[in-house]
């Protein structure tokens, strides 16, 4: 299933998956704004079809964040280092 939810992002930014109440989320969002990484943010309880591709990445678990990359790689709560080191990379 792919939609405007689940396309890989524009190179050098990433979309996240969250939710209003995950504190991950918010840190990781924090971080990524001081450092100037940018992304598109899709909630999931907004949206059913990016709940399910969170799902399908994560065995079943709607785990956030999640992120997705340019190259279509996702990756589960990464660090921001991690985040950097995979858009340069």
Request: aromatic share 6%; proline share 9%; glycine share 8%.
């Amino acid at each position: 299933m792919s939609d405007a939810t689940t396309t890989p992002p524009a190179p050098g930014s990433v979309t996240m998956y969250s939710t209003t109440w995950c504190g991950y989320c918010r840190r990781l969002k924090s971080q990524m704004d001081s450092a100037g990484v940018p992304y598109t943010e899709v909630n999931i309880e907004e949206h059913p079809g990016a709940a399910s591709y969170v799902e399908q990445i994560n065995g079943g678990n709607q785990t956030v964040p999640t992120l997705l990359f340019p190259d279509g790689t996702s990756a589960t709560n990464p660090s921001l280092a991690e985040v950097q080191q995979r858009l340069a990379g």
